[in-house]
């Protein structure tokens, strides 16, 4: 199996930057992808982001240009640098790991909130 640990969530002001990161442990050799997901109080849990094995990254429409997704092998730790942050943005924010033969594995989440 795999577990997944976020953190870097808080308060950041409209415009600004905030990176989450999740580091990984277990079977991460049988991970094919990994991405963020997100969910604001009273809606469904939505993609935000994902990256492949291969380094191939997709992104929502509404973050493309403004959050970017990456890893780092050494550290088995997955990045989400946000920038030009809105209102909008607000939610908690999951990171989840396909694994091979193990199914999904998710992180706790951590609390994002953009507000002046």
């Known amino acids: 199996q795999v577990q997944l640990v976020e953190s870097g969530g808080g308060l950041v002001q409209p415009g600004g930057s905030l990176r989450l990161s999740c580091v990984a442990s277990?079977?991460?050799?049988?991970?094919?992808?990994m991405g963020w997901y997100r969910q604001a109080p009273g809606k469904e849990r939505e993609l935000v982001a994902t990256?492949?094995?291969?380094?191939?990254?997709n992104y929502k429409d509404s973050v493309k240009g403004r959050f970017t997704i990456s890893r780092d092998d050494a550290k088995n730790t997955l990045y989400l640098q946000m920038a030009s942050l809105k209102p909008e943005d607000t939610a908690v924010y999951y990171c989840?790991?396909?694994?091979?033969?193990?199914?999904?594995?998710w992180g706790q989440g951590t609390q994002v909130t953009v507000s002046s």
């Open positions: 277990g079977n991460i050799f049988r991970i094919n992808a």
């Open positions: 989840n790991a396909d694994v091979l033969f193990d199914g999904q594995s």
């Open positions: 990256i492949s094995r291969a380094g191939i990254t």
